[in-house]
């Protein structure tokens, strides 16, 4: 399987919130924005994401390949429930992208950094 069809594999994973196939995408020593976290922390984070945010839906639109990395464009339309990144959304609609970068090690994410456009959010309240 490529790191493309894997990383496509991580993304539904995520969106249908199976965090029991979660370990086949995530290495069990991730790490996040250059902080070991592990599995269950990682997959921790994941399920608090959800909570705050009900609609949550990752939406790859662009993504590009140079294994073992993976570059994606991540767009969200969500309504987070209280404040998010310090703001207070309480409810509202936003939209914002991420840019994050993925290392595949044994066919599994093994290093993550993440970057979320914070501007365009605080832009819409």
């Known amino acids: 399987m490529t790191v493309t069809e894997l990383y496509r594999g991580y993304i539904a ?7 029991q ?10 790490h996040y924005n250059g902080d070991r ?11 608090r994401d959800f909570r705050e945010i009900p609609d949550l839906y990752f939406d790859i639109q662009l993504l590009i390949a ?9 767009q969200f339309n969500c309504t987070p429930k209280g404040t998010f990144f310090g703001l207070p959304i309480n409810g ?4 914002f992208s991420e840019n994050v970068f ?6 599994r994410i093994r290093n993550v950094w993440s970057v979320i456009d914070k501007a365009a959010i605080e832009a819409q309240l």
């Open 37 to 47: 976290v592990g599995l269950s922390d990682y997959q921790e984070m994941l399920e």
């Open 102 to 107: 993925y290392e595949f090690l044994n066919d």
């Open 92 to 95: 509202r609609k936003v939209s």
């Open 66 to 74: 140079e294994p073992p990395f993976i570059a994606s464009r991540l």
């Open 21 to 30: 196939k979660l370990h086949r995408f995530v290495h069990d020593e991730v």
């Open 13 to 19: 994973c995520l969106n249908s919130q199976d965090w």
